[in-house]
RNA sequence: GCGGGCGUAACUCAGUUGGUAGAGUGUCAGCUUCCCAAGCUGAAUGUCGCGGGUUCGAGUCCCGUCGCCCGCUCCA
């Protein structure tokens, strides 16, 4: 990991945000070769997904009207609120608290609590328990009752370390950024960063389906920045507050959606292969029925073996008819489809796969580093899919003499409108192909004596370090048909 | 948010009981060089993360702060 992170600020890929002044907390820049990798990634995402009959795509604002996020569920079900032990410092999710505390400890809490209620206050905790939920519902939505909160967690005992009533009070954090339209700062034109970027694409739904005559099943796409004021941040570029997503939502019957769910399942796994990703690093983690969030019916995630474990880069969810349906309701709009085939008007079901750039930027970027024994000589190697490379050739004159400098430039003026290449004359030649592999490039085109007679160049491949002779006016070709 | 580790040149690191900084790699210039980090010569670069304090004097000791890594927690 360390050596990754050193390797991508040494070389350009990624350095850390305001660095000269101590660094930003979880934000980072990408470089001249990092800015590079980046746009190959979402180029090819971009192609795969909307150079699709069936696939529009979409640029949506990053500042969108502020009800978005309450019908998406982000101002309600965006926070956590969190309490600590303050005996033994451990922190717990408020709603998660009551799993962790057996069911037997619970009713005794719950008798002794009684105990010390008002008269009101008893009313509030009989609605509560005369409910049909399980014992531990019960007691999180006691937890999470702002008048009776403080009075039971008195008399509730740490799960780690067991001592009663050490708890803090609970502190909500929000996830989402929160900034003013306009130059008043008044809490009526708050805005926030959009924390996902797909509610721009459901708000968006029926414009694109009647601007370009779709008809279901289709989907729209959208690359774009995200933000969520993450508690801590954390591995690198995994957890950042400032992220980039890549995300489809795909429109269908209700009905037919697990077909699809399961299609694009297969498809998103595939186009991570396809770019060179190893299979043994990849693995797809379903999410069991209970632990599904509030809109899904059904997820599941990719995940890469990074150094650090299985971390998610990209996620799949059947989202149901959850978000246009509650559109429908905060904005008074129907968000109803007509089938002029069936003559029937719904509201369609969503299948989403939303990767993350960043996650899948630092994913290629591991996948790719390798470092092997050549000669006795270390030799560190960036083995990138060359449709990911940032540069896809570096063009090189043997020595510097002879009339090979003058040849190679002229190569690299002709293959610079299509292919971004890279120039080098400085030291040797095989220091020159080290450099080259450490950025990842697959070809290195050296021009030599042969060439002044014949007009052949040698091609060395990154991976096995094999060269072939080509003549010059080939290259163009050469380099196409590998990088399609 | 808690606990631990770390922060010195672009990178990896050294720096003796406090006396205002070094190495290797890399980079740059020149020579050499006909294919995998070769050789020779020369050069540039640090307010030692930042801010205070102790001291005649702090990279070194103390406090605070920021950042990175690891573990816990968390991850709608």
Not at 347 to 373: H, K, V
């Amino acid at each position: 990991m360390e050596k990754v992170v050193s390797l991508a600020k040494r070389k350009g890929f990624v350095f850390q945000s305001s660095e000269i002044y101590g660094g930003l907390n979880g934000c980072w820049d990408y470089g001249p070769l990092g800015v590079e990798l980046l746009r190959n990634i979402k180029e090819e995402w971009w192609k795969a997904m909307t150079y699709r009959d069936d696939v529009e795509g979409l640029d949506a604002a990053i500042l969108m009207h502020p009800r978005v996020w309450e019908a998406s569920g982000h101002v309600e079900n965006f926070t956590d609120p969190m309490i600590d032990c303050k005996s033994c410092k451990a922190r717990f999710r408020l709603d998660t608290l009551a799993e962790q505390i057996s069911d037997k400890k619970k009713e005794k809490i719950l008798k002794e609590f009684a105990a010390e209620l008002t008269d009101n206050e008893k009313a509030e905790l009989d609605a509560v328990l005369s409910s049909d939920e399980s014992l531990s519902d019960k007691f999180t939505a006691l937890l999470e009752n702002k008048n009776l909160s403080e009075k039971l967690l008195a008399h509730t005992n740490c799960p780690n370390c067991g001592t009663k009533g050490q708890f803090t009070e609970p502190r909500s954090f929000n996830l989402m950024f929160k900034t003013f339209i306009g130059p008043v700062e008044s809490n009526d034109n708050v805005v926030y960063l959009r924390p996902e970027t797909a509610q721009g694409i459901f708000v968006n739904f029926l414009n694109v389906q009647s601007a370009s005559r779709q008809k279901l099943p289709f989907g729209i796409a959208q690359i774009g920045k995200a933000f969520r004021n993450e508690i801590n941040t954390k591995n690198f570029l995994f957890r950042t507050r400032e992220f980039e997503q890549m995300e489809m939502q795909y429109f269908v019957k209700p009905g037919e959606d697990k077909k699809h769910y399961d299609a694009w399942k297969e498809r998103r796994m595939q186009w991570y292969i396809d770019l060179g990703m190893s299979p043994d690093n990849l693995r797809f983690h379903d999410h069991p029925q209970d632990k599904l969030a509030h809109y899904a019916k059904e997820a599941t995630d990719i995940e890469f073996l990074f150094p650090f474990g299985w971390g998610e880069i990209e996620g799949i969810h059947n989202r149901t008819d959850f978000d246009l349906s509650r559109h429908e309701e905060y904005s008074g709009k129907s968000m109803k489809y007509f089938d002029d085939q069936t003559k029937e008007k719904y509201i369609p079901y969503i299948i989403e796969t939303s990767a993350g750039a960043s996650r899948g930027f630092m994913a290629f970027l591991i996948n790719a580093y390798d470092e092997e024994e050549v000669n006795g000589e270390k030799r560190t190697v960036l083995r990138f899919h060359p449709k990911l490379a940032p540069i896809k050739a570096a063009i090189f004159p043997l020595v510097n003499k002879d009339g090979m400098p003058e040849i190679a430039r002229e190569i690299e003026k002709d293959l610079r409108p299509f292919f971004r290449v890279f120039y080098d004359d400085k030291g040797a030649i095989g220091r020159r192909y080290r450099r080259q592999d450490e950025n990842g490039t697959p070809y290195c085109i050296t021009v030599d004596t042969q060439t002044l007679e014949d007009g052949t160049v040698t091609v060395r491949e990154r991976d096995s370090m094999a060269q072939e002779r080509i003549h010059k006016s080939e290259l163009m070709n050469y380099l196409a048909e590998k990088l399609k």
